[in-house]
């Protein structure tokens, strides 16, 4: 089954060194039936911008449309007439897609019928610093709700126009960008989309990006200024009851969130209430815990103290059992020496009676030979 064509329209002034960024972009979709439809009103860069753009030209996907300058407006409403897509997404020329931004708000619109535009979150990226920072809808005050007039009334919930993507039955039926609201065309058109009932679906994914630099048309405050008072006006204008129902909406809601407020407010007194007494509970124990410290700090110098004492002691009877093994030792060895002694003692008196027999051997003898002389 063919994929359904997206018409991505791209109004082109003054961005060479950004443009092929913002194309690759898109061409390096993971969904790919795409095409671009580029418009150069009238740049002064042109003939820088005409070397990029030659590149592209090859590919079929690829459409450019050359006018002298007419604004923004017009340039994005020429790029509508000539595009094909069932879907349209608009795109500076200066900013550029996440690579699934295509595929996955198609998978949505494909899948819920009822819904006629899709927008998700995106990036800001800040040239002179490279610094990138994720923008969510889900920071405006009010619900993200599908019938998203009050929402846009207050303020542009979708942010850039290349997070959204919608039908082309919706552009039928809406007709062009309204002329006049140069900076907050995609403004005017949103709220207009949302008066005549398109439901507005919001995809909470960063799935683009915003390049933030000194020439951006948002730099210049009174020019949006304006041109958010012109698509109000525009809008009161077309659909006064619509803006009626949705001032009125927005003063309940104000009134809810007041209400909310109150409550929290409230609360917040009995929570300081409840913490100054916690806090009160919590000096006291303090008090009683530099009590218990100091007490504790006592007992332990004392248990301190008898521990030194324990040592002492310890060594003291480390010290006397060396004594009494130097001491058992010295005894042990006059053991020993009284049992030498003796033996020496009793080896004298063998040795003496050895000698007293010997003599009384020697005696008898000589008696007897006295004696056989004197017979004879």
């Not at 194309?23 to 671009?36: A, F, H």
């Not at 207050?154 to 919706?170: C, D, L, Q, S, Y």
Request: charged share 25%; net charge negative.
């Amino acid at each position: 089954m063919t994929k359904p064509l997206v018409s991505v329209l791209i109004a082109y002034y003054n961005h060479a060194k950004y443009v092929k960024k913002t194309l690759d972009s898109v061409l390096t979709q993971t969904y790919p039936n795409v095409e671009i439809i580029i418009v150069n009103d009238g740049s002064p860069d042109n003939a820088e911008f005409q070397k990029v753009i030659q590149e592209y030209l090859p590919d079929p996907r690829v459409t450019l449309i050359n006018q002298t300058n007419q604004g923004i407006v017009a340039a994005r409403n020429v790029a509508m007439t000539r595009a094909k897509g069932e879907y349209f997404n608009l795109l500076d020329s200066d900013d550029w897609l996440h690579p699934e931004k295509i595929e996955r708000q198609v998978d949505f619109l494909e899948s819920n019928r009822d819904y006629g535009l899709i927008y998700s979150d995106y990036y800001n990226v800040y040239e002179e610093t490279n610094e990138v920072l994720p923008i969510l809808a889900t920071r405006h005050i009010l619900e993200l709700e599908p019938e998203l007039f009050t929402a846009m009334w207050v303020g542009n919930v979708i942010g850039g126009p290349h997070t959204a993507m919608f039908r082309r039955e919706w552009f039928e039926k809406a007709g062009f960008l309204l002329s006049g609201t140069d900076g907050c065309d995609d403004y005017e058109y949103w709220l207009r989309l949302a008066a005549m009932g398109c439901r507005m679906y919001y995809l909470p994914e960063l799935l683009a990006y915003r390049r933030e630099h000194v020439y951006n048309t948002s730099k210049d405050k009174n020019l949006m200024n304006q041109g958010r008072l012109k698509a109000r006006a525009a809008i009161a204008e077309k659909f006064p009851e619509h803006v009626s129902c949705g001032m009125q909406n927005f003063i309940d809601q104000l009134g809810k969130m007041l209400e909310e407020r109150n409550r929290w407010n409230e609360q917040l007194v009995n929570d300081n209430q409840r913490l100054l007494k916690d806090i009160y509970a919590l000096r006291q124990w303090m008090f009683k815990l530099e009590g218990d410290v100091s007490s504790y700090q006592e007992a332990f110098s004392e248990v301190e103290y008898t521990n030194s004492v324990v040592r002492h002691v310890l060594d003291l009877q480390g010290e006397l059992n060396r004594h009494i093994e130097e001491i058992q030792r010295k005894n042990d060895h006059i053991l020993y020496l009284e049992s030498y002694i003796q033996k020496l003692e009793q080896n004298q008196q063998q040795m003496a009676n050895s000698k007293l027999m010997r003599l009384a051997n020697l005696f008898s003898s000589g008696f007897n030979r006295v004696k056989g002389t004197t017979r004879s």
